[in-house]
């Protein structure tokens, strides 16, 4: 599958996670090992170049006691309409494979004659 786009609401929780991060005194090095992630991968996330995963974030809101709606306080209704355009895109996409790939599966099985009832039946509607 192909690597989601990092979006500007990724890099704003990157910089409130670098924001929360230092006013707890905290270095990379120390944060990424409580969250058990590379200080390489924090450091991707706090620059805004790869997209959070959820697990981190939510571990990341935990050790640092910081409510997780905090890191998406700053997120723009305009930001969030991009992202869910976006995402509505991506999954479009994901789904419409899916099916195809379900189809083939189940229409291959199928006896020439199904096969006309499920053309017949796609016809009416």
């Not at 305009?78 to 999954?91: G, H, K």
């Amino acid at each position: 599958m192909a690597k989601l786009a990092v979006t500007e609401v990724d890099k704003s929780i990157g910089k409130k996670i670098q924001i929360r991060r230092k006013e707890l005194g905290l270095t990379a090095a120390e944060l990424s090992e409580k969250v058990g992630i590379s200080q390489q991968q924090l450091s991707r996330y706090e620059r805004g170049t790869n997209k959070i995963n959820v697990t981190h974030l939510f571990n990341i809101a935990y050790i640092t006691r910081t409510p997780i709606s905090w890191f998406f306080a700053s997120c723009t209704p305009e930001m969030a309409a991009l992202i869910v355009q976006s995402e509505a895109a991506t999954y479009s996409v994901v789904a419409d494979h899916e099916l195809t790939q379900r189809l083939t599966q189940v229409w291959s099985k199928l006896s020439l004659e199904q096969q006309k009832s499920v053309i017949s039946l796609l016809d009416q509607m």
